[in-house]
C-alpha cells in the first residue's frame, strides 16, 4: 500500500528519523544478494521549480549523478535537494522517490546498490482547466488540462488503497502503451486502454483517474513530452437542452482526435459515472426518454471504437454500479477494478494524514519531536502495541492507539466523509483555538459515531 511519507535519507554519516524507526540501514539484517541485472527499479520524480528553464535532460544527470554518488536507502518519500548543488537548488523544487514501498515491505530496507534509480523530470502546469466554451446558456461538455498539473499535484499520495491497487493500475497502463508501441498485433494478442473503476459513492474513482493520468503524464514524459486530460461531462451530453447532442458528442471526439493525431500527445479521456450513458439508452429503448438519448450513447461507443486505434490515448471510466451497467460498455473495458470503501488499515492513514496536516498547520498543538514519530504509520504503530507494556503508559502511544480507536470507530465511513471528518470533529470543539489532539481525537470519534448514526437513518 502506499502511505504518505515518512522521511527516507539515509546517510551513513547522519543517522535520521528513519533510522530510528526502522533501525539503522547497517545494522540490519543484511537482504539477499541481487545481481546487478536484477536491480529493483525505483522511480524518482523530480519537480522542477515554476520559474526553472533548465533542460530536462540537464537535470536528470545531474539528479542521476547526485543519487550515485550518496548512499541512499530507498523508501518512499522525499530526498532534499542538495544545498551544495547550485544548478539543483535553483532549478529543483523537490525530489521525491516513489513506489518502492512494495518492494520494502518485503524485505525491509532497500540500499543504494541494489537499485536502478529511473528519474523523472517535470514542470507542473499552472493554466488550469480549459472549458469547452459551448453556447450560452448550455452546460459546458467537457474540461481539459494539460498534465502534469498543479491541481491534481499530491493526489496520488493522497488516496490511499491497500492491495496494491495503484500500483496494479500503473502497471497495467504501462503494459498496454508498450504493447501499442512496439506494435503487437491485436490480432494476436488482444488489448485496450480502457479502464473501468467502479465501486460505491465517495471511493475515490474519480480522483483515481484524474491522479493516475496525472502519474502516467509524468512517468511516460520521455516518450510523449505533452499530456493532456480531457474530462468528458456526460451529463451535460445528456442534458434535454441539447436537442443535438449526437452531433456534439461527434464534436467532442473530433476534437480529441485532433489532439491524438500529434503522436507526441499522450491523451486521457475520462468519462465519470458512465451507467448514466447506459441507462439512457436503456431508457430509451423502453420509450420513456428521447430517442436521441440512444443516437448519443451509440455515437460515443462507436467514437471510443475508433479512439482504440490510436496508440496514445487512454480511456479512464468510473462508475456507482457494475452490474447494471450496459453490457456493450463493460465489455469494453480491459481493466475492471473495484475500488472499496478504505479498509481499517487504510482508515487509520487516512485519519493520520489529516491529523498531520492540523499539526503542521498548528491547528492541532504539536509536540516537541517529530509529529511522524509521534503519529507513526500503521505498520510501525502494530509494532509498537506488540511491544512491553512498559511502553504503553506513554503519552504518544497513547495517542496512536486513540487514532486506531477512531479508524475503527469509522467502519461505514466512505473516504470522502472520513477526509472531512476532522472538520466537522474542530466544528464541534467547545474550544476550537487551543485543542491537543488527544481531546481532538476524542471529539473526532464522537462525530464519527453521529455520522454513522444519521448515515443509517
Ligand atoms: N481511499 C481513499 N484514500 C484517501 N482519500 C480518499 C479515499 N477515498 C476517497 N477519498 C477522498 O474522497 C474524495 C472524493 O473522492 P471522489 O470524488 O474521487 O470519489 P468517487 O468514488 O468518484 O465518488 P462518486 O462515486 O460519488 O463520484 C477525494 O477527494 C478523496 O480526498
Ligand atoms: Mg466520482
Known amino acids: 500500500m502506499s502511505t504518505p511519507m515518512e522521511i527516507t535519507l539515509q546517510n551513513p554519516q547522519e543517522p535520521n528519523i528513519s533510522d530510528l524507526e526502522n533501525g539503522d540501514a ?60 547550485p544548478f539543483l537548488t535553483e532549478n529543483v523544487q523537490r525530489i521525491r522517490i516513489c513506489d518502492s514501498d512494495e518492494w520494502v515491505q518485503n524485505h525491509e530496507v532497500l540500499l543504494f546498490w541494489q537499485v536502478k534509480p529511473v528519474v523523472h523530470v517535470f514542470q507542473l502546469s499552472e493554466e488550469g482547466p480549459c472549458e469547452d466554451l459551448s453556447e450560452e446558456g448550455q452546460l459546458s461538455s467537457f474540461n481539459e488540462w494539460m498534465l502534469p498539473a498543479k491541481e491534481f499535484d499530491g493526489m496520488w499520495e493522497s488516496l490511499i488503497y491497500e492491495s496494491g491497487l495503484k500500483q496494479r493500475l500503473l502497471r497495467y497502463a504501462a503494459s498496454a502503451l508498450l504493447f501499442t508501441e512496439k506494435g503487437v498485433d491485436p490480432f494476436l494478442v488482444s488489448w485496450n486502454r480502457i479502464i ?4 460505491p459513492p465517495g471511493t475515490g474513482k474519480t480522483s483515481l483517474c484524474k491522479a493516475l493520468a496525472q502519474k502516467l503524464s509524468i512517468r511516460f514524459s ?8 480531457v474530462e468528458v461531462n456526460a451529463h451535460s451530453l445528456f442534458s434535454k437542452w441539447f436537442s443535438e447532442s449526437g452531433k456534439l458528442v461527434a464534436k467532442l471526439f473530433q476534437k480529441i482526435q485532433e489532439m ?16 448514466s450513458l447506459a441507462a439512457a439508452r436503456k431508457a430509451a429503448l423502453s420509450g420513456s426518454e428521447p430517442s436521441d438519448s440512444i443516437r448519443v450513447v451509440n455515437a460515443l461507443l462507436t467514437q471510443m471504437d475508433k479512439l482504440k486505434s490510436s496508440p496514445n490515448v487512454i480511456i479512464l471510466t468510473t462508475s456507482n454500479i457494475t ?10 473495458a480491459d481493466i475492471k477494478a473495484y475500488v472499496g470503501p478504505p ?4 482508515r487509520y492513514e487516512i485519519l493520520r494524514s489529516c491529523l498531520l496536516e492540523l499539526m503542521r498547520k498548528a491547528i492541532l498543538s504539536s509536540f516537541q519531536e517529530c ?12 509494532e509498537k502495541l506488540n511491544m512491553p507494556e512498559t511502553q504503553e503508559v506513554q503519552a504518544p502511544f497513547r495517542l496512536c492507539k486513540q487514532l486506531l480507536e477512531a479508524a475503527g470507530a469509522c467502519e461505514g465511513l466512505s473516504g470522502r466523509s472520513l477526509r472531512k471528518l476532522p472538520f466537522l470533529a474542530h466544528a464541534a470543539l467547545s474550544n ?18 453521529r455520522e454513522l448514526s444519521e448515515l443509517h437513518e
Do not use: W
Not at 473501468?196 to 465501486?199: D, E
Not at 520521455?222 to 486530460?229: A, D, E, I, K, W
Open 343 to 346: 479498509t481499517l488499515q487504510a
Open 432 to 449: 476550537p483555538y487551543h485543542c491537543d489532539p488527544g481531546k481532538f481525537l476524542c471529539t473526532m470519534i464522537d462525530t464519527a459515531r
Open 222 to 229: 520521455s516518450r510523449y513530452p505533452q499530456s493532456q486530460l
Open 371 to 382: 509529529d511522524q514519530l509521534i503519529l507513526p504509520n500503521y505498520a510501525t504503530m502494530k
Open 26 to 85: 547497517a545494522s540490519a539484517p543484511p537482504p539477499p544478494p541481487i545481481l546487478n541485472e536484477d536491480k529493483v527499479l525505483v522511480s524518482v520524480e523530480v519537480c522542477l521549480k515554476p520559474s526553472s528553464t533548465a533542460r530536462i535532460d540537464d537535470v536528470r544527470s545531474s539528479v542521476e549523478r547526485m543519487l550515485e554518488n550518496r548512499s541512499l536507502s530507498y523508501n518512499d518519500g522525499p530526498i532534499p535537494v542538495p544545498l551544495d548543488d
Open 260 to 275: 491524438v493525431e500529434e503522436e507526441n500527445n499522450l491523451v486521457f479521456v475520462l468519462i465519470d459515472e458512465v451507467e
Open 196 to 199: 473501468l473503476l467502479h465501486g
Open 323 to 332: 452490474a447494471a451497467i450496459d453490457i456493450a460498455f463493460v465489455d469494453r
